[in-house]
């Protein structure tokens, strides 16, 4: 995941419009009827998707400023991570799952997160229950296993609002097979599904849009409220008490150590060579000119890679990469007057 998705600890939350027609596909019972997004972020799409009088909404969200905004519209919810969650297994009806798009982060582990969050959360849907997933087009082939072999009834949507388009998204809707369904499941019927989910995967034009109008409905069963049981570290709770440890502040000193302040005039007037060292080095960062050419200047270090290619005779072509270091000055202008010279 690039370093921005990493810093959005990889949120990317469907667009309400096509929230709206997942809604369109589903059909709530009169009854009690439990919802869970273990992903919830700020709860937008998931409070449209599972809309409802009787819809209890269970939410889950890392994220601590995301979990208090997604408050308003859950039932309950969990600050903290979804893999450390505990819950009965077959409570819910309805599992509406868009998680992040990432890879794992341990040594030896390289599986999608995709599949880590179906494979954590899918036994959590009972029998009947209707599973709504959002992934990337590509990464339903690391899901098949599981949506071959314990659902019936799926069908495969393209999105097309340009945020989906984007990052390449469909939204895959399946109904949980019963503990028979699964028992009297052939392997050709697995291996047929799964050669299908690799096609899709491979080729975006068998796909049918997410319309407006459904083209079928799934209908959600009802059922009871769910007890959800958090054993992940309180994150929060320890990044505010952390400043306050003895060991922090012993430590502290070294990790943020304070900036050298350099003040006085040169003994001699400086050169262009002496001023290109400073000026590089971030000890002429601050504020220069007057009036109209007051600004604020701040130079750094960036890496850049410079790409080359070779081809043999045989025509194999070889790229190598080269990286290097060079230096930019970014200029506020007290008019509001961004530049960045490289």
Not at 24 to 47: I, K, R, W, Y
Request: aromatic share 8%; with cysteine; glycine share 8%.
């Amino acid at each position: 995941m690039r370093l921005e998705a990493r810093r959005k600890a990889g949120f990317f939350p469907l667009p309400l419009a096509e929230a709206v027609r997942i809604r369109n596909v589903l059909q709530f019972s009169e009854g009690h009827t439990t919802a869970l997004d273990p992903c919830v972020g700020d709860g937008a799409p998931f409070a449209e998707i599972a809309s409802g009088k009787a819809v209890l909404r269970y939410g889950i969200e890392l994220d601590a400023y995301r979990a208090e905004q997604a408050k308003a519209i859950c039932t309950e919810l969990i600050q903290g991570n979804a893999l450390e969650v505990s819950c009965p297994v077959e409570s819910f009806s309805l599992l509406y799952e868009n998680p992040p798009y990432d890879w794992e982060i341990g040594d030896g582990q390289n599986r999608r997160m995709e599949v880590v969050f179906l494979g954590s959360t899918f036994r959590w849907l009972r029998p009947e229950g209707i599973l709504v997933l959002v992934i990337p087009r590509e990464r339903v082939v690391e899901c098949s296993q599981i949506l071959a072999g314990h659902f019936k009834n799926v069908r495969l949507y393209g999105l097309t609002e340009p945020a989906c388009l984007q990052y390449r998204q469909v939204v895959v809707i399946g109904v949980r097979r019963t503990h028979r369904e699964r028992e009297r499941v052939q392997d050709s019927e697995i291996t047929r599904s799964r050669s299908y989910y690799a096609s899709v995967a491979n080729n975006a034009t068998q796909l049918r849009a997410l319309g407006d109008e459904p083209d079928c409905v799934y209908k959600v069963p009802e059922s009871g409220p769910v007890k959800l049981v958090y054993r992940g570290l309180p994150l929060d709770s320890i990044e505010d008490l952390l400043p306050k440890s003895s060991a922090y502040r012993q430590a502290g000193a070294i990790l943020f150590a304070d900036e050298d302040h350099i003040e006085g005039r040169p003994l001699t007037p400086l050169h262009g060579g002496h001023v290109g060292l400073l000026c590089t080095a971030g000890m002429l960062n601050g504020i220069f000119g007057q009036g109209e050419s007051r600004h604020i200047a701040h130079w750094q270090s960036v890496k850049l890679v410079d790409k080359t290619e070779e081809q043999s005779e045989d025509g194999t072509v070889t790229i190598r990469e080269k990286e290097r270091w060079a230096n930019e000055l970014n200029v506020a202008f007290a008019n509001g007057k961004v530049v960045t010279l490289k």
